[in-house]
């Protein structure tokens, strides 16, 4: 492997070692609700109570299912979420690196 792919490698993996450690795997969503009380502003035409933070994810059974956030937890879980994405993202540029690292192996051993 060149000196300059094995760079890239090492920077990727750093990458991905500190996005795991905060990784939630999931889509974030929000809502706005009405409560029960007649006499509350949001019976009417004007705001609603949230927004209310959701986080929802495709199940072990092929499922979709999901969870409220509290508010107490609701930036460090935007964050996981998007640290879930950035995730995936560095995966695939791994991915694609040792594809190339692969093909470019058995290119060298074919020309032997």
Sequence with gaps: ???KLTDRR????REIQHLADTAIFGTLSESY?????ASCHC???????????????????GKTTGYYVPKAAEQA?????AAWQR???RLRKLAELNQ????????????R
């Design 33 to 37: 609700r009405t409560c029960g009380r």
């Design 1 to 3: 492997m060149s000196k």
């Design 87 to 89: 995730l995936q993202q």
């Design 100 to 111: 190339a690292h692969t093909l470019r192996q058995a290119r060298e051993e074919r020309s």
């Design 43 to 61: 019976q009417g035409p004007g705001p609603k109570h949230g927004p209310h933070l959701h986080v929802s994810y495709r199940g072990d059974e």
């Design 10 to 13: 090492r920077k990727l993996l």
């Design 77 to 81: 879980v935007r964050e996981g979420v």
